[in-house]
């Protein structure tokens, strides 16, 4: 399961910036609004240090991590939905990730312009939010009427679809993000098929000078004042900080974080954000030919887990044989562990836990 995020921002916030340091793909970044002309899309390999410890225990052939990929489109700004600037043309790029990284601007700085001439996050949010509902409005609009056509049927799920997207027009209408309207389960299902922009959920990293990185200022006070109701994961970044961090090496990153005061780089504590906005936790699997690091949802069960594997995995599912990392790293091998009592034999309604390194036995 690859975890897919949409980066959003009006013009010159940093977003094509921080994407760069994400990625490594080196977008171009420049102080004039449009620079990003095409969508770009980089995969990002998830730092995870239980998987470099594994790598020294086990000593296999290959390592490999998960990844997320990341797409950055261009700055949007106001009138976007209707066809001003050029983010408009690629919002379609991000109707497919599973989450929306949205990043405003939390600095001053008058070598770098502003789109609207002067910096207040609060209102850049607003503009992008508008623009993302009614894009979503659009397109709600044009499902109501395919489901209004199947629902003259007499069809159920029609009918059901059909007053679900009532309920996200209606919101929409009323300036509320598809996430903030209240829906059941049945109609989260329906909706989920639509993939609407604003129903995704969003993390916030406020872009600030590397004097606020580890407290904020008056600019992240406001805007994370203006969320409070929205209960969204905000991160304080400073793209400047995390290009620096991205030519060095692991201990000389390790020697500027502490410098900074601080203990991970804010690509790291945005990638975990991630996974714990999407509620994504990462199992092991390790032998002498690979170490792997797998992602699947909190709360999945053996048999599922297995299944990201290869589906044959799960069809043929008969137990799983599991360590926890920490005994792993304890006792060093999975032999020791298996001396030590440490290693669980598990059925199918087992629960993996983040951080397992699973062996999965199984019919063919």
């Given at each position: 399961?690859?975890?897919?995020?949409?980066?959003?921002?009006?013009?010159?916030?940093?977003?094509?910036?921080?994407?760069?340091?994400?990625?490594?793909?080196?977008?171009?970044?420049?102080?004039?609004?449009?620079?990003?002309?095409?969508?770009?899309?980089?995969?990002?390999?998830?730092?995870?240090?239980?998987?470099?410890?594994?790598?020294?225990?086990?000593?296999?052939?290959?390592?490999?991590p998960t990844t997320i990929?990341?797409?950055?489109?261009?700055?949007?700004?106001?009138?976007?939905?209707?066809?001003?600037?050029?983010?408009?043309?690629?919002?379609?790029?991000?109707?497919?990730?599973?989450?929306?990284?949205?990043?405003?601007?939390?600095?001053?700085?008058?070598?770098?312009?502003?789109?609207?001439?002067?910096?207040?996050?609060?209102?850049?949010?607003?503009?992008?939010?508008?623009?993302?509902?009614?894009?979503?409005?659009?397109?709600?609009?044009?499902?109501?009427?395919k489901y209004q056509k199947?629902?003259?049927?007499?069809?159920?799920?029609?009918?059901?679809?059909?007053?679900?997207?009532?309920?996200?027009?209606?919101?929409?209408?009323?300036?509320?993000?598809?996430?903030?309207?209240?829906?059941?389960?049945?109609?989260?299902?329906?909706?989920?098929?639509?993939?609407?922009?604003?129903?995704?959920?969003?993390?916030?990293?406020?872009?600030?000078?590397?004097?606020?990185?580890?407290?904020?200022?008056?600019?992240?006070?406001?805007?994370?004042?203006?969320?409070?109701?929205?209960?969204?994961?905000?991160?304080?970044?400073?793209?400047?900080?995390?290009?620096?961090?991205?030519?060095?090496?692991?201990?000389?990153?390790?020697?500027?974080?502490?410098?900074?005061?601080?203990?991970?780089?804010?690509?790291?504590?945005?990638?975990?954000?991630?996974?714990?906005?999407?509620?994504?936790?990462?199992?092991?699997?390790?032998?002498?030919?690979?170490?792997?690091?797998?992602?699947?949802?909190?709360g999945t069960k053996a048999?599922?887990?297995?299944?990201?594997?290869?589906?044959?995995?799960?069809?043929?599912?008969?137990?799983?044989?599991?360590?926890?990392?920490?005994?792993?790293?304890?006792?060093?091998?999975?032999?020791?562990?298996?001396?030590?009592?440490?290693?669980?034999?598990?059925?199918?309604?087992?629960?993996?836990?983040?951080?397992?390194?699973?062996?999965?036995?199984?019919?063919?």
């Open positions: 399961m690859g975890l897919q995020a949409g980066i959003v921002g009006l013009p010159n916030v940093g977003k094509s910036t921080l994407f760069n340091c994400l990625s490594n793909a080196q977008a171009q970044s420049a102080n004039f609004p449009f620079c990003t002309i095409e969508p770009n899309i980089g995969t990002i390999t998830v730092p995870d240090s239980r998987l470099f410890r594994l790598e020294e225990l086990v000593n296999p052939q290959r390592v490999i990929e990341i797409v950055d489109i261009a700055g949007l700004v106001k009138g976007a939905s209707k066809g001003e600037g050029l983010g408009n043309q690629f919002l379609g790029n991000i109707k497919s990730t599973d989450a929306i990284i949205h990043v405003v601007r939390c600095f001053e700085n008058d070598n770098i312009v502003h789109v609207d001439g002067s910096v207040d996050p609060v209102r850049d949010k607003e503009i992008i939010d508008t623009e993302l509902q009614l894009k979503d409005l659009d397109g709600a609009e044009k499902a109501l009427l199947m629902a003259k049927t007499g069809d159920k799920v029609a009918l059901r679809a059909v007053e679900t997207i009532e309920a996200v027009i209606s919101g929409l209408s009323s300036g509320n993000s598809v996430r903030n309207i209240k829906l059941d389960d049945d109609q989260k299902e329906i909706i989920q098929s639509l993939q609407f922009l604003t129903a995704k959920p969003v993390m916030y990293v406020c872009n600030v000078d590397e004097n606020s990185v580890v407290s904020g200022n008056q600019f992240t006070e406001a805007f994370a004042k203006s969320v409070e109701g929205e209960n969204a994961l905000i991160l304080f970044i400073s793209a400047a900080i995390e290009a620096d961090i991205a030519t060095m090496d692991r201990d000389d990153q390790l020697m500027f974080l502490e410098e900074m005061g601080l203990t991970e780089s804010g690509v790291g504590r945005l990638i975990r954000s991630a996974y714990e906005l999407l509620n994504y936790i990462t199992y092991f699997t390790a032998g002498e030919k690979e170490v792997r690091a797998w992602t699947i949802t909190r048999p599922g887990a297995a299944g990201v594997i290869h589906t044959d995995f799960e069809k043929g599912f008969i137990r799983a044989e599991v360590i926890h990392f920490a005994d792993f790293d304890t006792y060093g091998s999975e032999s020791k562990c298996r001396d030590a009592g440490r290693l669980h034999v598990e059925g199918k309604d087992y629960v993996v836990q983040d951080g397992d390194v699973m062996h999965f036995r199984f019919n063919v």
